[in-house]
Structures are given as C-alpha cells and as structure tokens.
C-alpha cells in the first residue's frame, strides 16, 4: 500500500509497518512530510495513494469535503503533544516558558512551517499567545522549516530552542519502552494550542480497499495503541457515530495528558536517581 505519513509520526509507523506485514500480509510504501504538502499530494488521482495519515483533524475534512476519501474512513489514530526543547540540560517548567525565551534569547526558535504543519500551525499560536511571534519575525528569529522533522534536526543540532512534537524527541527501546526524556524538553501546556486530533483518510483512489482497512484497524488496536502512546502521544479516543467525531474530546485530551505528565516525572526521578548512584558509587 502507499501510505502518506506526517513527518512527526513517520518514524513510529516506520517502526510497525514490518509488524504489520507479519500480522497481515500487506506490504507498505511510506511517503512523509507536511500534512498540507501531503493533502495536495494525495489529491492528484495519479499518485494513487491509498491512506492519509494526518497531523490534524483539518485536512482530512477537506479531502472528505472535496469527496476524495472513503466514506467514514476518517478515524483519529493519535493525539499529538507540542513540546518545547532549549538543550541547555536544565529543566524548564510549562508555566516558565515564555520567562526562559525572553530571559536567555536563543539565537532562533525553531518551528515547523504553520501553513503545512499543523504542529507548526500550534507553535505559531503559542507564540502568539506569549506575544511573541511577531517581535522574533521582525528580529529574524523564527526560523522556519518544512515540516517536523526538519526543524527537529535544526533545533537539536545548535544552541537554538524551537517546538517540536513530543514523539521526535523521547527516546524509545524496540518495543516502544520510554527510556530517556530528556532534561531540555518540556511539554507545552495544551490550554496554548488546539487540540491536535491526529486522523487518517482512506483515499478514493486505493486500488487495495481490504488492505487499507486491515490498517486502519490495526492503528486502532489497543497493543498498537500502548505503542503509539509510548512513543509520545496520547491514546485515539473513542469515536462515536459519524466521521470525524470522537467523545469529549477536551477532557479526553487533558486526562491523557496529566496522566502522560505524570509518567514523565517518574521517569526523571529515575534518571536523577541514576546519576546519583553513579556520582556515590
């Protein structure tokens, strides 16, 4: 099958497609980047594409408004988390945020382009919710990139601060395990950007109908889905009748992420614990 793929979630899909194939039988051919650049690119009926796998919920409702997916094939596969990462080793707490941009002034922030990327298109309002944004345009300090991945490797490769997707910037073992969350990485606080409701498509143009819905399927497993929430995300919520809608969607995505925080101080504490017994022993 030919797959379109978020940048951000490319890699943990990378990480299952071989599963898949096991379990399933079907083959698949990833294709990744911004999820604007892939709506145009999965609208060409030449490309034949046969699943979209979205960064927002946006996107997807357009392909549907525009009749080119299968009907109710819109299904939420992740929810995706805005971090922001600064590298200096130091713990940055959500609410200090803004305090540590404007007391410290990275040389750039990083972000993902907002037109395309919807993790982007997050950074952007967080920034204008800082009263920010405009102020490191004018400065010639937003840098922006095409999609996630990229403006991941920029940030992570310099002295810069940027927002990136939580899942590019945890480190997972081969089953998916948490095992570093790194120091310079905090989550941003939901309540500055809307919710990204991560959903896939099945196009019109797939030539491979049962396989695609073997996929579909398979994301939404709750194994695949303690995977994907390992790898950064929070867990697809519980959708109710009709395409595109899921059940409470708010308080689904705060309960999840307060669990998901708390996951996430356990394992400093770990860490911290670690390095205490190395530095005494």
């Given amino acids: 099958m030919k797959v379109a793929v978020a940048a951000n979630f490319h890699h943990v899909l990378e990480s299952l497609k071989e599963e898949f194939r096991s379990q399933h039988g079907h083959t698949l051919e990833l294709h990744y980047g911004a999820s604007g650049d892939l709506k145009d690119l999965v609208s060409d009926p030449a490309q034949k594409f046969d699943v979209f796998l979205s960064a927002d919920n946006l996107k997807t409702e357009e392909l549907e408004q525009q009749n080119k997916v299968l009907e109710n094939s819109r299904k939420i596969y992740a929810q995706g988390l805005l971090a922001f990462w600064h590298g200096q080793g130091n713990w940055v707490k959500p609410e200090n945020i803004k305090t540590y941009i404007t007391e410290n002034s990275p040389p750039a922030i990083h972000i993902a382009d907002p037109e395309d990327a919807p993790y982007g298109h997050a950074a952007k309002s967080v920034l204008q919710q800082y009263e920010l944004y405009q102020s490191l345009k004018e400065q010639g300090k937003l840098m922006v990139s095409d999609h996630v991945s990229e403006a991941w490797t920029n940030v992570q490769n310099s002295s810069d601060a940027g927002f990136v997707p939580a899942s590019l910037v945890i480190e997972t073992d081969g089953s998916g395990n948490v095992i570093v969350f790194p120091v310079s990485v905090t989550l941003v606080p939901q309540s500055l950007y809307t919710p990204l409701l991560q959903e896939l498509v099945i196009l019109k143009t797939t030539e491979h109908k049962a396989a ?70």
């Avoid at 819905?213 to 009709?242: H, K, W």
């Fill in 212 to 281: 695609a819905n073997s996929l579909v399927d398979y994301l939404l497993t709750d194994e695949t889905q303690r995977f994907i929430t390992a790898n950064g995300y929070l867990r697809a919520p519980v959708d109710t009748e009709g395409s595109g809608n899921v059940s409470s969607p708010a308080a689904s995505v705060h309960n999840h992420e307060t669990a998901f925080l708390k996951v996430m101080a356990v394992l400093r504490l770990i860490k911290a614990s670690f390095l205490l017994a190395n530095v005494f022993f």
